[in-house]
Nanobody
Framework: VQLVESGGGLAHTGGSLRLSCAAS????????MGWARQAPGKQRETVAT???????DYPDFVKGRFTVSRDNAKNTVFLQMNSLKLEDTAVYYC??????????WGQGTQVTVSS
């Protein structure tokens, strides 16, 4: 199993970024996938999950701003982040879910939001 994130970088407050996670080594369309983030000195927190059929869940602090999607033909999961805030600065990870729990993680991609 391999998960490789891309698309991180620098954005201004109110701006947007789109993250991608390319998956390989497993039957992608059978698994739920998720995105989480970890800011310095803070615990890792989930920001989005998506089931094989495309249904999604978000915590309140990103709801309406972040959108997770997947392309099962390309084995890729995306995270569209709009209306970025300073507190969105973190390393963002994608992960695979098995029975509701993460079992594999990507290496992470840095997102920095500045004013």
């Amino acid at each position: 199993v391999q998960l490789v994130e891309s698309g991180g970088g620098l954005a201004h407050t109110g701006g947007s970024l789109r993250l991608s996670c390319a998956a390989s080594g497993f039957t992608f369309n059978r698994y739920s996938m998720g995105w989480a983030r970890q800011a310095p000195g803070k615990q890792r927190e989930t920001v989005a999950t998506i089931r094989p059929g495309g249904s999604t869940d978000y915590p309140d602090f990103v709801k309406g701003r972040f959108t997770v999607s997947r392309d099962n033909a390309k084995n890729t999961v995306f995270l569209q982040m709009n209306s970025l805030k300073l507190e969105d600065t973190a390393v963002y990870y994608c992960y695979r879910l098995v029975s509701g729990y993460p079992d594999y993680w990507g290496q992470g991609t840095q997102v920095t939001v500045s004013s």
